[in-house]
């Protein structure tokens, strides 16, 4: 049977990340996949992270399976998380799914087996693997515009415009909620409120990816646009993921939410995830959620935690302004300056394929080829390294 299969091609993002671990040589960056960093390039376990997991060592008593939604506390915790006081949690149907991409997929399949071939309007360029996804589960991806043609700036009314002429009852649109990936680049709390106008006028759905709350102004101030869309939105879908602000990749931890508007709807969508998540992997795991459940429901863990993200952040911010800094320094042709009001991990660099091509042969450094950066991956130590092989990369293909 298998010797009929072509070879599928490597992922455009971890397939780079892999291709980077078996470079022999010793003085390259990785600046490929979303992940966090610290300043001497480790993917730190949170402190909080390690505190909770001592404290489970110590009470958990069972590994049995858990309910097909998942942990309880878990579940209660991540809807006053991520809605806050903003809408009435019984309106809300979560389910703990592995990672953000389990989420995502779920929420397709619950969608697609009941609304087959339903359309979802994705941003352009969206996550890499978001078409994939959707695809998979039936639904009927469509794009809308989001940079301006130099692709430093949102292009507002040409997102809007497309959705307004193109978008039809009952479509999804798939937002980020803040961070936007891969470009960084958000719209204003104004043109949040534009977008939720819009939707509720149209009777679209808002498909929300939110994987990365807390990386762009903070975990409070990412959510309002979450609550602005809801605020005339009765119906959304939310996805939240653990990965990055818990640090908690490779536990696979993230939430599926359907928002409906009331406690019945919300009863048959819960009985409706439910169904998918059987058929697919039948429960989720329990490590990550028990995890993530033990620091936010301790006051003293859940503020440590805060801090912890808050100081994730600002590293990114720094090194996002040492990198436009370091950019002028070398007297480039390019200016970077357009990326200090990107936000989140990544930034959209403007370099092309052909440039992120060159800079992995000459230098060893590893961007995605649609020129999107992790700002994450950066180092004091290594920056004049990078700015000055970028510099050299823009001379050397122009
Ligand atoms: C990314 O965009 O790099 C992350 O979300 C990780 C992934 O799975 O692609």
């Not at 130099?150 to 002429?165: C, I, Q, R, Y």
Request: hydrophobic share 40%; aromatic share 8%.
């Amino acid at each position: 049977m298998f010797e009929f299969l072509p070879i599928a091609p490597p992922d455009s993002i971890l397939g780079l990340s892999d291709e980077f671990t078996s470079d022999p040589r010793t003085n390259k960056i990785n600046l490929t996949v979303g992940v966090y960093k610290d300043e001497q390039g480790r993917t730190p376990i949170l402190a909080t992270v390690k505190k909770a997991e001592e404290i489970l060592l110590r009470t958990e008593s069972s590994k049995s399976y858990m309910p097909i939604e998942g942990h309880p506390a878990y579940l209660k915790a991540v809807v006053d998380l991520v809605f806050g006081k903003s809408i009435d949690p019984a309106r809300v149907a979560a389910s703990q799914t592995p990672g953000g991409t389990g989420a995502l997929r779920v929420g397709a399949d619950t969608v697609s087996r009941h609304f087959p071939g339903a359309r979802i309007w994705l941003s352009n360029p969206t996550w890499a693997n978001h078409g994939s996804i959707f695809q998979a589960a039936g639904l009927d991806t469509q794009v809308y515009s989001y940079l301006t043609v130099d692709k430093t700036a949102l292009d507002f009314s040409a997102m809007v415009g497309e959705l307004k002429s193109q978008g039809r009852r009952g479509d999804l649109v798939c937002l980020h909620a803040c961070c936007h990936n891969p470009t960084g680049i958000d719209p204003t709390f104004e043109q949040w409120r534009e977008i939720s106008d819009l939707l509720a006028e149209k009777q679209m759905v808002p498909f929300i990816d939110f994987a990365y709350q807390g990386f762009g102004d903070g975990l409070v101030a990412d959510a309002i646009p979450l609550s602005t869309l809801l605020e005339r939105n009765q119906e959304a879908i939310v996805c939240n993921s653990f990965s990055k602000n818990f640090g908690l990749y490779s536990e696979r931890v993230g939430t599926v939410m359907l928002v409906s508007r009331d406690a019945k709807s919300t009863e048959a969508a819960l009985s409706q995830i439910r169904q998918a998540i059987r058929c697919n992997y039948s429960n989720p795991p329990r490590h990550g959620a028990a995890t993530v459940a033990t620091v936010l429901t301790d006051p003293a863990l859940r503020a440590e935690w805060n801090g912890e993200v808050d100081g994730m952040r600002n590293r990114i911010s720094q090194m996002r302004a040492m990198f436009i800094a370091g950019m002028k320094a070398t007297n480039a042709s390019r200016d970077f300056s357009f990326l200090s009001a990107q936000k989140g991990m990544f930034s959209y660099s403007g370099l092309n394929s052909m440039q992120a091509d060159w800079l992995k042969k000459e230098r060893g450094i590893y961007i995605v080829g649609t020129g999107r950066i992790n700002v994450a991956g950066m180092a004091m130590s290594t920056m004049p390294t990078l700015c000055a092989a970028i510099a050299e990369c823009i001379q050397a293909t122009s």
